[in-house]
């Protein structure tokens, strides 16, 4: 168990719809990202927050949306979805607080992702 | 920009025999981590081990070791005594911001292992 928790496992929707995905990071992480695996296109890095704030921006479309709340917990917004957005997502979580080079906060701590079917 | 190469889309290993897999890396970047992750059928993403680009030493992790070769920008993931339970997907990945807080992935394609018994 790594710790992150993502909900939900899978969610079924129709195109069109907006569903949002959760994640809790490991207890003390700071940073939290979200990818996009998918046959075709990969892990691809959506978006990054780092204590609330937005650190980095990947390939995310402008209809999806992410945040970081004070309990450092993240949800992925996503709109008007079609069926190209059928994927599994994950969260990940890194302590990335200080800076430095030691192997424990360099590591991403993945969740078990959502797997998202657009029908 | 960033960019990991996974050249190898399968392998088949026997159990018990050692494997390695490819991967190679671009960036203008000195300071970097590279990393190894395995996705089993299960679907969940588990770190396996990690190598900083000032390391002297090859990064070891149990059955796990990385090949490290600055000079040829790879980092080969060597698993010894393959198990059942290592069939999996491999995925390479490289971090190359050291900024505070900036540390997002890129990763390769990924390489899928069968060991057979």
């Known amino acids: 168990d790594s710790g992150v928790t993502q909900t939900p496992k899978h969610l079924i929707t129709a195109t069109g719809q907006r569903v949002t995905l959760r994640c809790s990071p490991r207890?003390?992480?700071?940073?939290v990202y979200w990818y996009q695996q998918s046959l075709d296109q990969g892990l691809q890095f959506l978006i990054q927050?780092?204590?609330?704030?937005?650190?980095a921006k990947g390939n995310i479309l402008e209809r999806f949306s992410a945040q970081q709340f004070p309990d450092l917990h993240s949800e992925l917004n996503l709109s008007s979805l079609e069926l190209g957005d059928s994927a599994l997502y994950f969260c990940?979580?890194?302590?990335?607080?200080?800076?430095?080079?030691?192997?424990?906060?360099?590591?991403?701590?993945f969740g078990s992702g959502t797997q998202l079917s657009v029908l | 920009a960033q960019k990991i190469t996974q050249t190898q889309p399968g392998m088949f290993v026997q159990e018990k025999e050692a494997v390695t897999l490819d991967c190679t890396y671009d960036t203008s970047d000195q300071s970097y981590g590279l990393f190894w992750y395995k996705q089993p059928s299960s679907g969940e993403m588990i770190f396996l081990i990690y190598?900083?680009?000032?390391?002297?030493q090859n990064a070891t992790e149990g059955r796990y070791s990385l090949n490290f070769q600055k000079a040829r920008k790879s980092a080969n993931l060597v698993i010894s005594a393959s198990q059942l339970g290592d069939s999996a997907m491999y995925f390479c990945?490289?971090?190359?911001?050291?900024?505070?807080?900036?540390?997002?992935?890129?990763f390769g394609s990924g390489t899928r292992l069968q060991v057979q018994p």
């Open positions: 190598q900083g680009s000032y390391d002297e």
């Open positions: 990940a979580s890194s302590l990335s607080g200080t800076g430095g080079g030691s192997t424990t906060n360099e590591k991403l701590f």
């Open positions: 927050y780092y204590n609330g704030e937005e650190r």
């Open positions: 207890s003390g992480d700071l940073s």
């Open positions: 990945a490289m971090r190359v911001s050291r900024d505070t807080g900036r540390r997002a992935l890129t």
